[in-house]
């Protein structure tokens, strides 16, 4: 399949999936930048902030295999990746049977992750680098596109914390705000009984991931480095193998952003490279001005939480509107209706606001005015 049949068929089931999350979209585009990537993600953030939700929904849409565990201090290695095949032992071979298991799951979540016993994160750590397994005499090679894992905080123990490292992607999130809570509990009760159909195959992942890998990164190279130089002269210090690694995310970002060559509208994944919240915080000050261009139409909640430019904001704000007037009327409609042009007003000057808003906020109006209809007669 061509490179933009599979941009257009994975953005759509992926759209999909966020329907029914409400401030979670940041989450749901950074496992698709890290499954483009062939990174993975760890999210730290409160329990019951719908961190398994997102990565069920996105496994959902996508068709993947899909393995999912709650880890505890006496998780046994067995309950991950499989259990020894009693029929090949009573053969006289010791080998792990895998099917269902880890080692066989295309699409992963772990929640609590840092509970896991050494034996399981040495594995796990084989696993997610190599994507290859060993189960006796015999190593599989393992399909994971991506594992997402989860925990409350970061651990402080150096050994955990070396683990952690090895998550390129590092994302915080926190409940849902106050403001927020009434759509929290519509689009809640929604998601409840209407699961992500799924409309793409994982496969996709795997073209896109190849056009990434292919990318020319010489034009974006010096901007990266730019960057890096001012994160370490705040202090900030990113090591040797994220600082590469970053690259991936980059080209990912613009490969979904459905451009060949990744530019500076890209380099907006280098700060969730940063490993803590607080330097993450710092990092989006520090590179405010280097991240000013920053967009993606694809990854926009993402992007604009990372560069919080204009043109992120104007691409999630075009997205959010599209979204919203496609949606049958009703009053619940109409008040986001209104809570949305009023963000857009908010967000940019009237003599400054992007064509493409122009035009989206225009049609918020007529909406608007279609709802007022009926109670005018």
């Known amino acids: 399949m061509e490179v933009s049949n599979a941009l257009s068929a994975v953005r759509q089931a992926v759209k999909e999936a966020t329907q029914g999350l409400v ?26 902030t719908a961190k398994s939700a997102a990565v069920r929904r996105i496994s959902q849409a996508l ?60 594995t796990l750590l084989g696993v997610l680098n190599e994507r290859r397994f060993k189960r006796g005499h015999t190593q599989i090679d393992c399909p994971l596109r991506i594992c997402v894992a989860a925990s409350n905080h970061l651990p402080e123990d150096e050994t955990l914390a070396a683990f952690a490292d090895r998550f390129l992607v590092h994302c915080f999130v926190e409940p849902v705000a106050d403001a927020q809570l009434e759509e929290l509990l519509r689009q809640g009760w929604w998601a409840a009984t209407h699961p992500p159909v799924k409309s793409c195959e994982i496969k996709l992942l795997d073209t896109l991931a190849e056009q990434a890998r292919q990318a020319d990164m010489s034009l974006v190279q010096p901007l990266l480095a730019k960057c890096v130089r001012l994160l370490r002269k705040e202090g900030i210090q990113l090591s040797d193998r994220r600082v590469v690694k970053a690259q991936g995310l980059i080209s990912a970002a ?22 803590t919240r607080e330097n993450q915080e710092s990092a989006r000050e520090i590179l405010s001005d280097a991240l000013r261009h920053c967009e993606n139409d694809a990854l926009s909640a993402a992007a604009e939480a990372a560069a919080n430019s204009p043109a992120a904001r104007a691409a999630r704000l075009a997205e959010k509107a599209e979204a919203l007037l496609q949606e049958e009327a009703s009053h619940e409609r109409r008040n986001r209706l209104e809570a949305l042009g009023r963000e857009i007003d908010a967000g940019f000057a009237p003599d400054a606001l992007p064509d493409r808003l122009i035009a989206l906020r225009q049609r918020l109006q007529e909406a608007l005015t279609q709802h007022e209809a009926p109670q005018g007669e």
């Open 23 to 48: 401030e979670r979209e940041t989450i749901v585009d950074l496992i698709l930048l890290s499954a483009v990537a062939r990174e993975h993600l760890l999210i730290i953030g409160p329990p019951g």
């Open 254 to 275: 613009a490969t979904l952003a459905g451009r060949s060559q990744p530019t500076e509208a890209d380099l907006w994944p280098l700060l969730y490279a940063v490993p």
């Open 63 to 122: 068709g993947g295999k899909y393995f999912e565990y709650l880890l505890g201090r006496f998780t046994e290695p067995s309950e991950i990746f499989g259990p020894v095949d009693i029929r090949k032992l009573s053969e006289g071979v010791v080998e792990t049977a895998t099917d269902g298991m880890l080692p066989e799951a295309e699409i992963a979540f772990l929640d609590e992750v840092f509970l896991g016993s050494t034996a399981i994160l040495n």
